[in-house]
């Protein structure tokens, strides 16, 4: 790091520099059913630099930069050729201006997680155990399972005088669940995040998603519905969310995507429903997207963007902060929508499809389209709950959300703590038989 900041100082077609570091410990192990097949771990070093060059052309400043990767075994001579080409390259980018991070004094509020301490391998070895531990019940078992846990060291330098340093953790679990009816057997794919060894939540997805993969066998097609409200629960509502952050941020205000200003009601007027409250924090329990720093060296805090649907604040990286003239949050992982008004049960009590997995929920932050293909669900006819599978649904976020309902209930999934059920209305439903 010393011999590469050298270099770069010294260096006269560099006017400003970043440098991004990682070192990661990864751990990794394969199961098929509750057998171990293989193991593997290594210890890598990934070294990513940043080459600025400010201009001016007719009057009006310049910011290019380039990325170039530094390798280990690099001499200081091919380091050296290697930052030359990113300077040249750099010289043709046209960003309009915008500042580098500055230091500063204050300190961040480091999350804790097991990990950050002790052998990797044992603390994957109780994070088995309590995977196992949970295995066949409710009619369904597990199929396979990959195991992957990095431990980050991340350091962070600029030429402004950023020197910044935090450890993050990337633990995934990819599982596949089974069950079986009378004609077939069915697998459910899912990939699980984490960041710390919480036995609790382990034992609690298991037994969630051998359920899941117990309805899947039993589930019947999806018939043809009509207005009745689709329920959306697990990672899909963080996902539909994320078109608030998207238009709540200075990147697409600056791009001219959004239209988005402070004191604005991002939901409209007249609303029926439950107005969304909307904030951003660095540090989740559990989320692989918890950081104390963004990659540019700015200290990451917790802030709150929208409350009662109106917009309290926009969310900027530091470029585009500076392009608006308003003070950076920086790119902060976690996501964070306060309960609304109904309890799950109210939720649950009326007719409605519950959908429980898509085979890919996709939300447009751009149009607010939305929707997906229905891998599993519940329809509840008001008596009788039919777990259902196949048919999609599809909407636009500006026609439901003037009376959408938000369980008072929270839950955690990924790097979203969101209302664990969101009711929609105006949604059409396409069953896969009349």
Same mark, same amino acid.
């Given at each position: ?7 770069? @100082? ?13 070192? +990661? %410990? ?5 199961? /098929? ?25 007719? #009057? ?70 309590? /995977? ?26 600029? !030429? ?21 009816? @009378? ?25 969630? @998603? ?57 939901? #409209? ?32 805090? @917790? +802030? ?34 306060? #309960? ?21 929920? %996709?939300?447009?932050?751009? +149009? ?38 938000? !369980? ?27």
């Amino acid at each position: 790091m010393q011999a590469l900041i050298k270099l770069l @100082e010294q260096n006269q077609m560099v006017d400003e520099y970043k440098i991004i570091s990682m070192d +990661t %410990q990864s751990t990794e192990l394969f199961f /098929i059913k509750d057998e171990l097949q293989m193991n593997r771990g290594k210890t890598v070093n990934h070294i990513a630099v940043l080459v600025y060059k400010n201009f001016e052309l007719n #009057g009006k400043k310049f910011k290019g930069s380039s990325r170039v990767k530094i390798e280990p075994t690099m001499s200081e001579a091919e380091i050296e050729e290697k930052i030359n080409q990113g300077a040249l390259s750099a010289a043709f980018v046209k960003n309009e201006y915008y500042e580098l991070a500055d230091p500063t004094d204050e300190q961040p509020t480091n999350g804790k997680s097991i990990f950050s301490a002790g052998d990797p391998v044992e603390h994957m070895c109780n994070l088995i155990q309590s /995977i196992y531990d949970e295995d066949r019940q409710n009619g369904a078992w597990i199929n396979s399972c990959e195991f992957f846990l990095d431990i980050n060291q991340v350091r962070i330098v600029n !030429s402004k005088g950023v020197d910044v340093s935090f450890k993050s953790f990337r633990g995934e679990i990819e599982l596949i669940t089974e069950s079986e009816n @009378e004609q077939e057997s069915i697998e459910l794919f899912n990939v699980l995040h984490f960041s710390d060894f919480d036995a609790n939540w382990i034992k609690e997805t298991i037994k969630n @998603e051998l359920h899941l993969a117990q309805l899947r066998a039993n589930a019947v097609h999806l018939p043809m519905l009509k207005d009745i409200p689709v329920i959306l629960t697990g990672t899909p509502v963080g996902e539909f969310f994320d078109f608030y952050l998207g238009h709540v941020s200075a990147t697409m205000i600056y791009q001219q995507i959004s239209t988005v200003k402070l004191g604005d009601l991002i939901q #409209g007027e007249d609303i029926k429903g439950d107005k969304i409250s909307l904030s951003v924090t660095p540090y989740l329990k559990n989320s692989i997207f918890s950081a104390a720093y963004d990659q540019e060296g700015i200290l990451l805090k @917790e +802030t709150e963007l929208i409350d009662q649907g109106k917009v309290v604040a926009l969310y900027a990286r530091k470029r585009y902060a500076d392009y608006l003239k308003i003070k950076p949050t920086g790119e902060i992982g976690n996501l964070v929508v306060a #309960g609304g008004s109904k309890t799950a049960d109210e939720i649950l009590s009326q007719p409605h499809l519950l959908v429980y997995k898509f085979s890919n929920f %996709q939300m447009n932050n751009i +149009t607010g389209d939305f929707g997906g293909e229905i891998r599993l669900g519940v329809y509840f006819d008001g008596k009788n709950h039919m777990p259902v599978t196949l048919g999609s649904i599809s909407a636009n976020v500006h026609q439901v959300q003037k009376e959408m309902y938000l !369980s008072k209930e929270t839950l955690q999934n990924e790097k979203y703590l969101v209302p664990k059920y969101l009711e929609l209305k105006d949604v059409a439903i396409a069953g896969s038989q009349e």
